[in-house]
């Protein structure tokens, strides 16, 4: 799941601190979720990407998410109010490269043309992605399609409808200015809708905070 969005600015102290101490152990407690990552924004918007990995992708339409998002704490019903522009997408994995995850990351969302998704599938998967993932200062890098649309929920209402995610690239590293060269060069904006994307978005992210469900485990 890969949400993206912004949050008012009198609200990050105390987002930060409900997202860290609540709302991460929380999801991570709910069977199936694996990892939680917040990232915060170098360059480019929105200023958060949050990321969550589970075992499947049916582990995002459980009955046991549901009734968590569907039952939201006081503290998170006090929160949502606050975020703006959100972006949640339920995504299945193309294709995953390299090894590890990176402090620094390179989002770039599209939505591939109709007669040009899988052209710009395999460039990606077979061409661009397999090049960049053994450059210096690079890691991994992973291919993100919106594969289930998510259902009203009580928090959703709280804060309002989120918008789809329908493509999304991440790629991870340990330099950020490699990062940056990336977005710049031919995965920039311009090369890739002549490749057959469009509304392309691309930041550059720094890891904020990160937990994964044995960590959450082990404290409870």
């Known amino acids: 799941m890969l949400l993206s969005f912004d949050v008012a600015a009198e609200a990050i102290p105390e987002h930060d601190d409900w997202h860290t101490h609540e709302h991460l152990p929380?999801?991570?407690?709910?069977?199936?979720?694996?990892?939680?990552?917040?990232?915060?924004?170098?360059?480019?918007?929105?200023?958060?990407?949050?990321?969550?990995?589970?075992?499947?992708?049916?582990?995002?339409?459980?009955?046991?998410?549901?009734?968590?998002?569907?039952?939201?704490?006081?503290?998170?019903?006090?929160?949502?109010?606050?975020?703006?522009?959100?972006?949640?997408?339920?995504?299945?994995?193309?294709?995953?490269?390299?090894?590890g995850m990176g402090a620094a990351a390179l989002l770039i969302r599209c939505k591939p043309d109709a007669n040009a998704a899988e052209p710009l599938r395999r460039w990606l998967v077979d061409e661009t992605l397999p090049r960049h993932v053994s450059s210096r200062g690079i890691g991994s890098a992973h291919l993100l399609e919106g594969a289930v649309a998510p259902t009203m929920t009580n928090e959703q209402r709280i804060r309002g409808a989120d918008a789809g995610i329908d493509w999304a690239v991440l790629i991870t590293g340990y330099s950020e200015q490699a990062l940056t060269r990336i977005a710049d060069a031919d995965m920039d904006a311009a090369h890739l809708t002549r490749r057959g994307a469009t509304?392309?978005?691309?930041?550059v992210y720094a890891m904020d905070y990160a937990l994964t469900c044995a960590e959450r485990s082990m404290n409870g």
Do not use: K
């Open 26 to 99: 929380e999801r991570l407690a709910i069977p199936g979720f694996l990892r939680g990552t917040r990232w915060v924004v170098r360059r480019g918007q929105p200023r958060y990407v949050v990321l969550y990995e589970v075992d499947r992708l049916a582990t995002l339409t459980s009955d046991a998410y549901l009734a968590r998002l569907n039952a939201p704490s006081p503290w998170t019903s006090r929160m949502m109010p606050h975020y703006r522009g959100m972006s949640r997408g339920f995504c299945s994995v193309t294709a995953s490269l390299g090894f």
């Open 199 to 203: 509304s392309v978005t691309s930041a």
